[in-house]
């Protein structure tokens, strides 16, 4: 495993990050998350990411138990706060009662004493953003928050929060967690210049593309049982992604990975990773051979006539 900091911070994380969106606490049975756990702990990935929407807290609660083995500091845990977690006016967004509510719920669910990276999971528009960035700083003069992130966050709202930070004295985010794919690129016009100047690292989603970028869909063809595409909860989201043209690129795709004598997966990651801003790519898995493939993507290097080869199917 190869390791970058975080943003400019002194955090280092792994380039490979295991997620439990969609799949811990619920999708995939409890045994089988621990074992995909244990062996991307087993390859070098150190950076593990939840958030308590996922399951509504459940998949944090799986998480947390799978990593209570090992020494608190061999991992970097991180968590995210933002979506609705009851019923309440005060059971959403980003307001000091909001933020230090989940915080302490979600150290509980995971049963530790600390989260090494708390994210805001969206922008809150009914939020004063400086009460936002206070509710953070006081977390992390407390310990129980190690360093701030945020996710999906536009260019200028990120810097916003870096400009109030800084004005104010406050600790600085120094992460942005967005999704980026060959075939999700809207970060690379705003958000990953700026971020690139002011030191916040990206730890991207679905830099598979929900799981287009790995073959297994095929123009024409019926989707895989128990994929993506057929599970309530992604269907809407895949579907936009599974168009002819994209599944055109994908066949494209191939050939470049079978040159390189790599999988499409390790190729489609090792490509999010050529970028010197993103810090870690972030997988899901439902098998712990998933997090074996994907990890050989550190290892791939894309020359110059790789990527071109690429922007030229991407185009």
Same mark, same amino acid.
């Given at each position: 495993m190869k390791y970058r900091r975080l943003g400019k911070s002194g955090l280092k994380i792994s380039e490979i990050g295991l997620g439990s969106w969609l799949t811990y606490g619920g999708t995939v049975a409890d045994e089988t998350a621990t074992t995909c756990i244990d062996k991307a702990y087993e390859l070098g990935i150190n950076f593990f990411d939840t958030a308590n929407i996922y399951r509504k807290g459940e998949a944090e609660v799986v998480v947390g138990r799978a990593l209570q083995k090992y020494p608190r500091e061999s991992f970097v845990l991180a968590t995210k706060g933002f979506w609705p977690m009851g019923e309440g006016p005060n059971d959403r967004g980003l307001s000091r009662k909001h933020i230090f509510e989940q915080v302490h719920a979600s150290l509980k669910r995971l049963n530790v004493e600390y989260v090494d990276l708390w994210q805001c999971h969206r922008f809150d528009e009914t939020t004063p953003l400086e009460e936002t960035l206070r509710a953070i700083d006081d977390l992390i003069t407390q310990g129980k928050i190690l360093y701030a992130g945020v996710s999906e966050w536009t260019a200028v709202q990120i810097n916003d929060a870096l400009h109030i930070a800084d004005v104010k004295n406050l600790d600085r985010i120094i992460s942005n967690q967005p999704q980026y794919s060959m075939l999700e690129r809207y970060i690379e016009k705003d958000v990953l210049p700026l971020c690139e100047r002011e030191g916040v690292g990206q730890v991207v989603w679905s830099p598979l593309a929900q799981g287009v970028l790995t073959g297994k869909y095929k123009k024409g063809e019926k989707y895989p049982e128990g994929s993506r595409a057929t599970v309530d909860d992604t269907s809407k989201i895949i579907q936009r992604l599974l168009t002819d043209e994209n599944l055109d690129k994908v066949e494209?795709?191939?050939?470049?990975?079978?040159?390189?004598?790599?999988?499409?997966?390790?190729?489609?990651?090792?490509?999010?990773?050529?970028?010197?801003?993103? *810090? *870690?790519?972030?997988?899901?898995? *439902?098998?712990?051979?998933?997090?074996?493939?994907?990890v050989k993507a550190v290892d791939i290097e894309l020359t110059a006539e790789d990527v071109q080869q690429i922007e030229e199917i991407l185009a």
């Open positions: 494209k795709l191939k050939e470049v990975a079978e040159r390189k004598e790599c999988t499409l997966a390790a190729l489609a990651l090792a490509w999010v990773l050529r970028q010197p801003n993103v *810090s *870690s790519a972030i997988i899901g898995a *439902s098998r712990p051979e998933q997090v074996e493939e994907n």
